[in-house]
């Protein structure tokens, strides 16, 4: 009969035993010998240190603490057993607080010496070298050396931040503290400037509780085509200055595409030939300072050679045959191209979404060069579904990306202080199609990006399965919350964390007798069971060079200041609902 256990085994655990009795009771019979010492100086009989030998050790064990103390036996008694009570509850308290302190995380996570290139040390010290503003400082305020992720997962755990030249990936189901605890605190507590964009599902919190917030450290500006906050529109955007360029006209084509289809269809001769048909387009009126409105236009009557002549006006003889031989096509092929061309920009046709974009003496100008170097803010907000105006979004986020990298590679390759960009529901309304390939040289730009998705899926829909694998790749912090109900991808995250050794037992009984013999196997630090049961306030963090660790998010209503943040989201939340109500009155 055998009956198995985990645990240490004895092969291991009688040496520990043994050496733990020599030097455990060394170290006692060193406290009781001070002890008594002082115990008999108290009481008079002067500083009487007993011989440090074995015989004196037998005499006192035989015949107690009289045998090295004679006429004193009474107070050397006391004062040993006080130190020795002193000494072990200081032992006891020290030791409890070793063990909680560097121990006491899940085996075969990372603790507090593994996370200790994310510590605010580590973080400091990095934050100078990549930082020349911070120079002059003595001491370095926390949120100026990264971003804030949570907090070691044990008791007193420091807390872990990403660096200025991480990009980082959250993946996390709704509810789940996607907001409160990632996206809110990296806006509320950015040095520089800040964009983010999100869709209805989240944005209004995160814009309630950080737009007051971010007023006192510099200019808001809100593109909001869908009224989701219900506000006035104070500033246009000219979508077309990216277009000047082929290349950029093509970029901005590409946006509108992202936001109305998946990945698996972009790649379809329709697709191609509306990307290409736009790309002309938007290059056209750009070239030849008209508007947007001129290209919906020039969509709405295919047989209209207008763009073709500011095209060749402008140079861009290639460009122009390729229009113009589409204008010529075969009228079924032609007017299919058109029609998709149309859908994909079909927002545009809102007059609400397409005055964003359109110059206005009446409004601010939104100039992504300048916005760079600012400490402002920039809130991107869409709406999911028909009538989304993710394009125009996709396209903004692209401009300002760009923007800061330019701004970088000017300032001799880094923005000081960074831009932090908040791409919350990126899958959704910001498609940046090259996404996966811009991470790999924003974080060394000073521009770390935290793209926030609700599952690896939804960012397989967005950029297909190489662009999703190449974004994963490419972030250097991951961070993987609760709700992860995918188990193909649980199972994955599960065979990143690992194995672990377990010591197991096994006890014979039999005729010779009982015989314990001991082994080692292999077992997962977590299931995918385990990973999909997170709790919520928890996340395993994925940091390129550390093993996988687990962290307590920082929620923004559990931080200082909370109240005062809470009462500013409150008040913003009833100026919104009174726009709102203006505005059914007003219709």
């Keep these: 009969m055998n009956d198995n256990g ?7 655990a009688a040496p520990a035993a043994i050496l733990g009795v020599v030097f455990g009771g060394g170290a ?49 008694t006391v ?23 560097w121990f006491s995380h899940r085996p075969g996570l990372a603790g507090l010496r593994e996370m200790a290139p994310l510590s605010p040390k580590a973080m400091t010290a990095r934050a100078r070298d990549l930082r020349p503003s911070l120079d002059g400082l003595k001491e370095v305020p926390a949120d100026e050396t990264g971003v804030l992720l949570g907090t070691l997962d044990q008791p007193h755990g420091p807390e872990l931040r990403a660096s200025w030249e991480d990009v980082m990936l959250a993946i996390m189901a709704p509810r789940s503290g996607k907001s409160t605890a990632l996206a809110i605190p990296a806006i509320q507590r950015a040095p520089g400037p800040v964009l983010f964009t999100s869709n209805k599902v989240g944005e209004r919190e995160v814009y309630n509780v950080t737009k007051a917030e971010r007023e006192r450290v510099g200019t808001v500006w809100t593109i909001d085509p869908q009224g989701i906050t219900h506000a006035e529109r104070s500033l246009w955007w000219d979508m077309l200055a990216g277009a000047r360029t082929i290349e950029g006209a093509g970029r901005l084509a590409s946006h509108f595409i992202a936001a109305t289809t998946d990945e698996k269809n972009r790649g379809d001769f329709w697709m191609g030939a509306a990307k290409n048909l736009l790309t002309a387009l938007f290059h056209a009126a750009a070239v030849s300072n008209g508007s947007v409105a001129d290209v919906l236009a020039w969509l709405s009557t295919p047989s209209d050679r207008a763009p073709v002549g500011a095209l060749k006006a402008a140079g861009k003889e290639a460009l122009a045959q390729q229009l113009a031989s589409t204008v010529a096509g075969a009228k079924d092929t032609r007017d299919g191209i058109y029609e998709t061309a149309r859908q994909c920009v079909a927002c545009l046709l809102d007059p609400e979404t397409l005055a964003w974009v359109t110059p206005d003496p009446r409004a601010r100008e939104f100039r992504p060069h300048d916005f760079v170097h600012t400490r402002d803010t920039l809130y991107l907000l869409s709406k999911d579904g028909g009538g989304s105006a993710a394009g125009v979004i996709a396209a903004a986020a692209d401009a300002v990306l760009r923007a800061a990298m330019a701004a970088a590679e000017r300032a001799g390759g880094r923005l000081d202080p960074p831009l932090e960009a908040v791409l919350d529901e990126a899958a959704n309304v910001c498609r940046i199609e090259d996404l996966p390939d811009l991470y790999s040289h924003l974080g060394s730009r000073g521009v770390p990006v935290l793209t926030i998705l609700q599952s690896f899926r939804q960012g397989v829909r967005a950029w297909g399965e190489a662009g999703m694998d190449a974004l994963w790749s490419a972030a250097t912090v991951k961070v993987l919350g609760s709700g992860l109900d995918d188990a193909d991808f649980a199972e994955d995250v599960s065979r990143l964390v690992g194995d672990h050794k377990v010591h197991e037992a096994s006890v014979s009984h039999g005729s010779s007798g009982r015989s314990v013999s001991t082994s080692r196997r292999r077992e997962r630090v977590m299931e995918a069971a385990d990973i999909r049961a997170l709790p919520k306030g928890r996340a395993l963090l994925l940091a390129t060079g550390v093993r996988i660790g687990m962290i307590r998010l920082r929620p923004w209503y559990l931080e200082p200041g909370a109240a005062e943040r809470t009462a500013a989201a409150r008040a913003e939340t009833k100026l919104m609902a009174q726009r709102a109500s203006r505005k059914v009155i007003g219709a």
């Design 6 to 12: 985990t645990g240490s085994g004895g092969g291991i």
């Design 28 to 76: 006692l019979y060193l406290a009781g010998c001070l002890g008594g010492t002082l115990g008999v100086a108290l009481v008079g009989g002067g500083w009487a240190w007993p011989d440090s030998s074995v015989k004196s050790v037998f005499r006192l064990v035989g015949h107690g603490p009289g045998a090295l103390w004679p006429g004193h036996a009474t107070a050397a």
């Design 79 to 101: 004062g040993m057993l006080l130190f020795l009570v002193l000494v072990l509850a200081l032992l006891g308290v020290g030791g409890w607080y070793v063990w909680r302190r």
